[in-house]
């Protein structure tokens, strides 16, 4: 069992930044970042796979999110800079355990979740 939880949500203008973290209570073997905007279905945001610290990006946020982490302390973080309105949603942060480098980079099964955490951008 792991327990995650977010941190670092709030609201900000557009072209401003934000970092959220994710502090998970154990070991995991991807982690990732999600999101759901109101009306919408949820997407997978940015991912991490823990073995090689390769990452995964959505294609609307490549290039303005960065996804690391801290492997000491079991903590994930999500920079997201220039955001705009269109990144308005509820941000989970989600782990596998197990898992493998094709259903983190594909943001698939995940199996543990935090209780999110609102990012607003207002324009």
């Known amino acids: 069992q792991v327990h995650l939880m977010e941190s670092g949500g709030g609201s900000v203008q557009a072209g401003g930044s934000l970092r959220l973290s994710c502090t998970a209570s154990g070991p995991t073997f991807c982690m990732a970042w999600f999101r759901q905007a109101p009306g919408k279905e949820r997407e997978g945001v940015a991912a991490?796979?823990?073995?090689?610290?390769?990452?995964y990006y959505a294609a609307d946020v490549k290039g303005r999110f960065t996804v690391s982490r801290d492997n000491a302390n079991h903590i994930l973080y999500l920079q997201m800079n220039d955001l705009t309105s269109g990144d308005t949603a509820i941000y989970y942060c989600?782990?596998?355990?197990?898992?493998?480098?094709?259903?983190?980079?594909?943001?698939?099964?995940?199996?543990?979740w935090g209780q999110g955490t609102q990012v607003t951008v207002s324009s």
């Open positions: 989600a782990a596998r355990v197990p898992g493998d480098r094709w259903s983190c980079s594909n943001f698939n099964g995940f199996n543990y």
């Open positions: 991490l796979y823990v073995d090689d610290a390769n990452t």
